[in-house]
């Protein structure tokens, strides 16, 4: 083959394998933490194909459901008896970009889990807690469940930042007291509720109710 037909074919199919490799037109699964990008970040809404910012922590308990009729994906956490843990980082969690975690800290705010119980083990209670750091963060919360969706409410306020950025975390877990249990969300919303708690003055001391 002449050099005149040759390169100009090993170009083309050269770009061909690329494109193939990198589906430009693709439905890809968005990821990483999810940020305040393109929307506030004092009010947040995750839903459809945004659970994919989802991690399963130590545990493979999650599935993103897409409905053939057409609805937006729900989430399937599941958990089994034996997986007890106690830092939210450790199962399925929400992590929340430097964005958000700034503009949340030292705030009063909710965390609207829309979720129901499901499958052949559903659960018939769930837990969210809102970690921005060990000795800051809501505690499990426990909420129960029913069939249908439903929105559960956690309010929290959060710690201030302290001297580094990090990330905060929104924990969700079925409450297994057996075997294993099941439950789907259809959405998490997190979302200030007011400003900024500011500190005492410095020099100020805070008494005792006495």
Known sequence: MRDLYFFPLAAAVAGAFVLTALQPFADRCPSGPVSGGGRSAEDVTVKGREFCRFVPGNYDGLALLDPKDGSEPTLRITRLADQNYEDPRSGPNLPLAEDIEYTLASR???????ARAAGDFAATEF???YFAKPEGESGWKRFPLTPDFQPYTLTFTTPPRGETEGRDYIGIRPFAPDKRRVMEVRSVRVHATGPKVAPPPEGTSVLPPG
């Open 108 to 114: 009063p705010i909710e965390v609207i889990v829309e």
């Open 127 to 129: 837990e969210i807690n």
